[in-house]
């Protein structure tokens, strides 16, 4: 698939304040208080603005951006639908959050509040992983690892945010550490599994099983036959072959997911098991994550194959 630098920022950033605000939201529904009411509310600011900002790239993606509202309308079948929906209600519940903490209104309803803030989060992050998932056409991408990614890879971006808070106001950054280092750790694995699974092309569909012959023909006296592609349709680029015939070579991905591992698990990791609390390298720990999972998310869409190359003249997709 041809990766969209709008679509790319969008999954990245929103997944980093949709983590931060379930992460927050969750440090918040503990009895012991984690976090000074600031850090919270300068929490929910942060988690806002980059889910907000998500939000307003991915906009660009659309060849009309003027027509964005009509995500909203097919709900009961689209899993963009659905993201749409949730993140419109996720912003203003988020920010009654916030100002519920600062105002220190009642306990009782900063929970409540809490709780539906964290729900919607996680939601809006499983509608977007899901929107992925769903497409069968792209084996990639339909597979149970696409929602556990983008779970674990928002809360790590956005443990390490949390974490910064913790550092710059004081807060229990201990438990926060521990708390990042546990699902950086989880992350990883699960996206190392992920490239695994992708990597075992045994079930991949073919040429011979696109047509209706799972393992090529046998004629009668002959060996097996492989069908394979006499013309293509057409002479020029179309649409399909621009968006759907990005091809990456073998060592530019080796390279990149080397870059992704170094720059979002392994720096950032080390800056939490050194136990430094300085905040100024924890903002460059969440940075360096943030440029890791760019990294990865551009491999995401680029090591993707849609179906429909086996009519363009691939062997397996």
Not at 76 to 104: K, N, Q
Request: net charge positive.
């Amino acid at each position: 698939m041809k990766p969209s630098l709008s679509i790319i920022f969008f999954t990245v950033s929103s997944g980093a304040g949709l983590g931060l605000l379930a992460l927050l939201s969750l440090a918040d529904l503990c009895p012991v208080e984690l976090l000074p009411k600031s850090a919270l509310a300068a929490g929910v600011v942060l988690g806002l603005s980059l889910v907000v900002a998500g939000l307003a790239v991915s906009v660009l993606h659309l060849a009309k951006p003027s027509n964005a509202w009509r995500a909203l309308s097919r709900f009961r079948t689209s899993w963009l639908s659905r993201e749409a929906v949730f993140a419109a209600a996720l912003v203003p519940m988020a920010s009654i959050y916030g100002w519920v903490v600062l105002a220190d209104s009642a306990q009782a309803l900063r929970a409540v509040l809490a709780v539906a803030v964290c729900l919607l989060a996680w939601t809006v992050m499983i509608c977007t992983a899901m929107i992925y998932a769903s497409l069968k056409p792209i084996r990639q991408w339909h597979t149970r690892w696409t929602p556990l990614n983008y779970l674990l890879l928002g809360h790590w971006s956005g443990a390490l945010f949390l974490l910064l808070l913790a550092s710059a106001y004081s807060g229990d950054a201990s438990a926060f550490a521990w708390l990042a280092l546990g699902i950086g750790i989880a992350a990883l694995f699960i996206k190392l599994g992920y490239w695994r699974a992708i990597a075992d092309d045994s079930t991949a569909p073919t040429i011979e099983r696109a047509i209706g012959v799972r393992e090529g023909a046998r004629p009668p006296g002959m060996t097996v036959a492989r069908a394979r592609l006499f013309d293509a349709g057409h002479s020029h680029h179309t649409f399909l072959t621009d968006e759907f015939g990005f091809s990456l070579a073998r060592r530019h991905a080796l390279a990149l997911r080397v870059a992704a591992v170094a720059l979002g698990f392994v720096l950032p990791g080390a800056w939490i098991i050194s136990g430094t609390t300085d905040w100024r390298l924890g903002l460059c720990a969440a940075l360096l994550c943030m440029m890791g999972l760019l990294a990865e998310r551009w491999l995401f869409f680029a090591e993707a194959r849609h179906t429909v190359r086996l009519y363009h003249g691939d062997a397996k997709a």
